[in-house]
Structure formats: structure tokens, C-alpha cells
Antibody, heavy 119, light 110 residues
Framework: EVQLLESGGGLVHPGGSLRLSCSASGFTFSTYGMSWVRQAPGKGLEWVSG????????YFADSVKGRFTISRDNSKNALYLQMNSLTAEDTAVYYC????????????WGQGTLVTVSS | EIVLTQSPGTLSLSPGERATLSCRASQSVSRHYIAWYQQKAGQAPRLLIY???SRATGVPDRFSGSGSGTDFTLTISRLEPEDFAVYHC???????????FGPGTKVDIK
């Protein structure tokens, strides 16, 4: 059974930083691209970032480019999202998601971790 | 950037009724790049339909997808109590690589 477990969310001041983690199990982690998708309170889904299976290629939404970094450690079956220069607009539940093998869709999702940016 | 629009915003129906949800793209999208997700209150999204019309593993056959070009549809043939949720469509662009979601359609109990 595929399981994705996010951690690291919390309250952070504007301009601050936070690092999210996602622990994966139930599949061969090193074979699949991974992603972060967020959902602001009461809003729709927004893709944030994606990373290839090897970690060599990364992709970002324009809204976070230059502020967020995505990385992975295949030896630990772990995905990370480093978030810097946070603003209130980054307040959301952040989901870790596993891509399908072709990268087109989000096949499995974690339960999410809430990030609140507020003074 | 391709923008997805979903209609209606809210669909109020009774169990047993048929639900028809629309997703419209601002420009033509390959049907291979269209997916639908179900999200129940307080839960993560779940992949329902991929490649516009293929059901994901474990999805009941009352869910079906169709469409091409700019217009895509998710149909729930007979609503079960567990189907009342928000449904999101999603598309993939290859160059640059990015993913876009529609704003969602909420199916609630009439």
C-alpha cells in the first residue's frame, strides 16, 4: 500500500522559512517523480513543484520560483520542500504527491501538512 | 498558460441522480493530459479519471469521463452517498512542464 506522510508544517512569520518533509513507503520511491501541491483554506488545488526520480530535474510554479527548493533522498525514501521568504499567500495545506510513471497525473497523495504564515 | 474552468460551481442533487460536471480549457488540450480528482471534506484528493476517460484503480464504474479539445466531462451515473464531494479537473503541459487545476465543482446533497 502506497503511503505518503508529510511533516514540518506549522506557524511561521512573514519572511520566514520552513522545510517540509514527506516520507514515502509501499512503492519503489527511486522510480517515480514526486511533487508538492498546495491548497489554501477554502480554495482549489495549486501545483507547487515537481522533481524527477533521480532528482536531476526540478520544476516550479511561477508563484514560488526563486523562493522554494525541492529535493529528495532516495536512500531515505524522502521528499523535501524548502520554503523561503514566505508570505501570507503561501498559507495552505501542502500535499506530497506521487506522479504516475508518465508524469501526467498525481496518482497518490499524502494527507497534507498545514503551513500558516502570519505575524 | 492554459486555464481550466469548471461548471457549475455547485451541483445540488439527490442520491440516485445523474451528475454531469464540466471542465473547459482555455485552449486545446490532449485528452491524454486530462485527469479528474475527488476530494471529500477534510481529506486529500484521490485520482478518479486519467487520460480523460480511464478509471483509476478501484474507481467504481458509475464514474466516467469523456471529452476532447477544450471540453471535458465527468459523469456520475447514479450518485451514492459517498460521492458527495468536490471534484477537480487537472491538465498537464509539457513545455514548460507545469500542471493546472480547475477551481472545482462541489456536488452536495439536495
Amino acid at each position: 500500500e502506497v503511503q505518503l506522510l508529510e511533516s514540518g508544517g506549522g506557524l511561521v512569520h512573514p519572511g520566514g522559512s520552513l522545510r517540509l518533509s514527506c516520507s514515502a513507503s509501499g512503492f519503489t520511491f527511486s522510480t517515480y517523480g514526486m511533487s508538492w501541491v498546495r491548497q489554501a483554506p477554502g480554495k482549489g488545488l495549486e501545483w507547487v513543484s515537481g522533481i524527477s526520480s533521480t532528482g536531476d530535474s526540478t520544476y516550479f510554479a511561477d508563484s514560488v520560483k526563486g523562493r522554494f527548493t525541492i529535493s529528495r533522498d532516495n536512500s531515505k525514501n524522502a521528499l523535501y520542500l524548502q520554503m523561503n521568504s514566505l508570505t501570507a499567500e503561501d498559507t495552505a495545506v501542502y500535499y506530497c504527491a506521487k506522479f504516475t510513471i508518465n508524469w501526467y497525473y498525481f496518482e497518490y497523495w499524502g494527507q497534507g501538512t498545514l503551513v500558516t504564515v502570519s505575524s | 498558460e492554459i486555464v481550466l474552468t469548471q461548471s457549475p460551481g455547485t451541483l445540488s442533487l439527490s442520491p440516485g441522480e445523474r451528475a454531469t460536471l464540466s471542465c473547459r480549457a482555455s485552449q486545446s488540450v490532449s485528452r491524454h493530459y486530462i485527469a479528474w480528482y475527488q476530494q471529500k471534506a477534510g481529506q486529500a484528493p484521490r485520482l478518479l479519471i486519467y487520460a480523460a476517460s480511464s478509471r483509476a484503480t478501484g474507481v467504481p464504474d458509475r464514474f466516467s469521463g469523456s471529452g476532447s479539445g477544450t471540453d471535458f466531462t465527468l459523469t456520475i451515473s447514479r450518485l451514492e452517498p459517498e460521492d458527495f464531494a468536490v471534484y477537480h479537473c487537472q491538465q498537464y503541459e509539457s513545455s514548460p512542464r507545469r500542471f493546472t487545476f480547475g477551481p472545482g465543482t462541489k456536488v452536495d446533497i439536495k
